[in-house]
């Protein structure tokens, strides 16, 4: 089993950034990627950010060239760099990792942006 915790949400004004954190534990060898997805009221969960074990990332393009996502394999972090923040950025935003069978996925972070 994976558990994945989240941190670095919180309220910003529009312009703003932010950091996410999400940290894994358990059977990490069998992570293939992990993302962060986010989920705004009324609308469905979508990807924002994936990174494999590789490397190799990919963004939805509503956030391409705002926001960056990394790892550090040593502290077995992912991190959301999140610039230029939008109020619809506005979201719940969880990470997930990519496992055989089911994937893992953390409890999720609220970011609020103000305009």
């Known amino acids: 089993q994976v558990q994945l915790v989240e941190s670095g949400g919180g309220l910003v004004q529009a312009g703003g950034s932010l950091r996410l954190s999400c940290a894994a534990s358990?059977?990490?060898?069998?992570?293939?990627?992990m993302g962060w997805y986010r989920q705004a009221p009324g609308k469905q969960r979508e990807l924002v950010a994936r990174?494999?074990?590789?490397?190799?990332?990919n963004y939805a393009d509503s956030v391409k060239g705002r926001f960056t996502i990394s790892r550090d394999n040593a502290k077995n972090t992912v991190y959301l760099q999140m610039n230029s923040l939008k109020p619809e950025d506005t979201a719940v935003y969880y990470c997930?990792?990519?496992?055989?069978?089911?994937?893992?996925w953390g409890k999720g972070t609220l970011v609020t942006v103000s305009s």
């Open positions: 358990g059977s990490i060898g069998s992570i293939s990627a």
């Open positions: 990174i494999t074990s590789g490397g190799s990332t």
């Open positions: 997930n990792a990519d496992l055989p069978g089911v994937d893992a």
